[in-house]
């Protein structure tokens, strides 16, 4: 049975799911879906480390696979699902490609560029303002980053 168009949870899941990929790879973990006519039309996770790219978000991975399954590096309509709030990097693609909506889980107090450390998402000098939800399953996605980097500082 597939995922309901606007079931934010269900999304997130599937979201959270590509965030763990991330971390199997030794990426941290966040992982983004982008939606579109109530389907998944791309999906990504971080990989920086891999790709040796300091661009390579789950968020921009995604968005640059919808734009070539859409034929358009405008993403109108449709909703990006992330399990981090996403930094000013991604937003400024997310108002540029003007997805019709954000739904992120954790906060990211200190980059977070939607309503944390800077407030893009209605930003007057952009373009385009951003629909946006925050708090999506952010226990779960908060305890992934957070066991992440605990994890990580033992290793040293």
Same mark, same amino acid.
């Given at each position: 049975?597939?995922?309901?168009?606007?079931?934010?949870?269900?999304?997130?899941?599937?979201?959270?799911?590509?965030?763990?990929?991330?971390?199997?790879?030794?990426?941290?973990?966040?992982?983004?879906?982008?939606?579109?006519?109530?389907?998944?039309?791309?999906?990504?996770?971080?990989?920086?480390?891999?790709?040796? +790219? #300091?661009?390579?978000? @789950?968020?921009?991975? !995604?968005?640059?696979? =919808? %734009?070539?399954?859409?034929? $358009?590096?405008?993403?109108?309509?449709?909703?990006?699902?992330?399990?981090?709030?996403?930094?000013?990097?991604?937003?400024?693609?997310?108002?540029?490609?003007?997805?019709?909506?954000?739904?992120?889980?954790?906060? +990211? #107090?200190?980059?977070? @560029?939607?309503?944390? !450390?800077?407030?893009? =998402? %209605?930003?007057?000098?952009? $373009?385009?303002?951003?629909?946006?939800?925050?708090?999506?399953?952010?226990?779960?996605?908060?305890?992934?980053?957070?066991?992440?980097?605990?994890?990580?500082?033992?290793?040293?």
């Amino acid at each position: 049975m597939g995922i309901k168009p606007l079931d934010d949870t269900a999304w997130m899941r599937h979201a959270y799911r590509l965030a763990q990929r991330a971390e199997q790879q030794g990426e941290v973990p966040v992982g983004a879906v982008l939606v579109f006519n109530g389907q998944c039309i791309a999906e990504g996770w971080n990989t920086p480390i891999i790709d040796s +790219d #300091p661009t390579a978000h @789950a968020e921009m991975m !995604a968005m640059r696979q =919808a %734009g070539k399954v859409l034929n $358009n590096y405008r993403l109108t309509d449709s909703t990006l699902y992330v399990t981090l709030e996403p930094c000013v990097m991604c937003m400024g693609a997310i108002a540029h490609a003007r997805i019709a909506r954000l739904v992120f889980g954790a906060l +990211d #107090p200190k980059r977070g @560029a939607v309503c944390s !450390a800077l407030h893009l =998402a %209605g930003a007057d000098f952009l $373009n385009h303002q951003v629909d946006w939800q925050g708090g999506v399953l952010a226990d779960s996605c908060g305890d992934l980053l957070r066991d992440f980097f605990r994890a990580r500082r033992k290793q040293k």
